[in-house]
């Protein structure tokens, strides 16, 4: 409608809903599922947040429980950190995640696709190579 004001969460709902739609993924309020291949998908959350006044919207896809990784790996996920293109390698309660964070009203259809794409590949793969399964 002509003259109304477009909120950045609404932004991003169209953003997300036109990425989605057109890569077949499935959206629910917080999450999405990104299928890889056949038979696998991995689970992207979003976590909407307030910083310094910006609206951010937190993507992030769940590798492993931290209780169940020895030292030495979590030592070795530290220096796969360190390569990531971008985001990065965190831990949310007892779970290992990797984890891009954007600005709300500045995400475009690429930039979405990208990080979310990204976190669901990368994430399956560190599954399998840090704790040789997937679970996600």
């Not at 930039?111 to 840090?130: H, I, M, P, R, V």
Request: charged content about 25%.
């Amino acid at each position: 409608m002509k003259g109304q004001v477009v909120t950045a969460k609404e932004k991003f709902d169209q953003v997300c809903a036109e990425v989605c739609e057109r890569l077949n993924w499935t959206r629910t309020t917080n999450s999405i599922e990104v299928p890889l291949g056949k038979t696998r998908s991995q689970t992207v959350e979003l976590d909407f947040f307030v910083h310094e006044a910006q609206e951010m919207v937190r993507l992030h896809t769940s590798i492993g429980s931290t209780r169940r990784i020895r030292p030495e790996r979590l030592s070795f996920a530290l220096e796969l950190n360190f390569n990531l293109p971008h985001g990065s390698l965190a831990v949310k309660n007892d779970t290992l995640v990797l984890v891009d964070t954007l600005v709300l009203g500045e995400v475009d259809a690429i930039e979405f696709e990208s990080s979310a794409n990204f976190l669901a590949k990368t994430g399956d793969q560190y599954e399998l190579t840090l704790f040789g399964v997937d679970e996600n």
